[in-house]
T-cell receptor, first 111, second 118 residues
Framework: LAKTTQPISMDSYEGQEVNITCSHN???????ITWYQQFPSQGPRFIIQ???TKVTNEVASLFIPADRKSSTLSLPRVSLSDTAVYYC????????????FGAGTILRVKS | GAVVSQHPSWVICKSGTSVKIECRSL??????MFWYRQFPKQSLMLMAT?????????EQGVEKDKFLINHASLTLSTLTVTSAHPEDSSFYIC??????????????FGPGTRLTVT
């Protein structure tokens, strides 16, 4: 399983764009990159998943460089309600693989 | 997106009793589900992988006789904490894996169950 490294915490202000970078140097060929958001006392919520280049959905964008050794989750115009822990996970999940959570990044959005 | 539910959302039990937690995939079938445990201010820790129709695979250090997992159907997995003790008090979260149209897998989580053992 590829190990991931994220900043422990980040602070931002409402309306700003937030970029959280995750390092995964040992990513395997079949691995996908998935980001989750978790609020206190709730289960993680799926944000976005990608394999290469750029993926965008209604809540975020995921940028993955050609070597795939890192990825960046981009949250446009954050609000106070985006204050949460964000986890970057790397895994195949197809052949019995499983997602192992790291420490995550605590994002604090201030007014 | 795929929806996973858990029941109960919270439970208080006395030391020595057993507690069952249900995990259901509501709008999809899941051959594989996962059980996690999370202590306050810590990350999720994978406990076991639950496969429909077969025995669960437990992570190192997780007692399989204490945490009984049953995945009897494609939409239901249960976790039974047997002879619960206060140190088992935690937030238990299940997840289910679903295959996407792209051929990759996505994993969706339930809302969690808060277990307090007194």
């Amino acid at each position: 399983l590829a190990k991931t490294t994220q900043p422990i915490s980040m602070d931002s202000y409402e309306g700003q764009e937030v970029n959280i970078t995750c390092s995964h140097n040992n990513i395997a060929t079949n691995d996908y990159i998935t980001w989750y958001q978790q609020f206190p006392s709730q289960g993680p919520r799926f944000i976005i998943q990608g394999y290469k280049t750029k993926v965008t959905n209604e809540v975020a964008s995921l940028f993955i460089p050609a070597d795939r050794k890192s990825s960046t989750l981009s949250l446009p115009r954050v609000s106070l309600s985006d204050t949460a822990v964000y986890y970057c996970l790397v895994g195949d999940m197809e052949y019995g693989n499983k997602l192992v959570f790291g420490a995550g990044t605590i994002l604090r959005v201030k007014s | 997106g795929a929806v996973v539910s858990q029941h109960p959302s919270w439970v208080i039990c006395k030391s020595g009793t057993s507690v069952k937690i249900e995990c259901r995939s509501l709008d999809f079938q899941a051959t594989t589900m996962f059980w996690y445990r999370q202590f306050p201010k810590q990350s999720l820790m994978l406990m076991a992988t639950s496969n429909e129709g077969s025995k669960a695979t437990y992570e190192q250090g997780v007692e399989k006789d204490k945490f009984l997992i049953n995945h009897a159907s494609l939409t239901l997995s249960t976790l039974t904490v047997t002879s619960a003790h206060p140190e088992d008090s935690s937030f238990y979260i299940c997840s289910a894996r679903v295959r996407t149209d792209r051929g990759s897998y996505e994993q969706y989580f339930g809302p969690g169950t808060r277990l307090t053992v007194t």
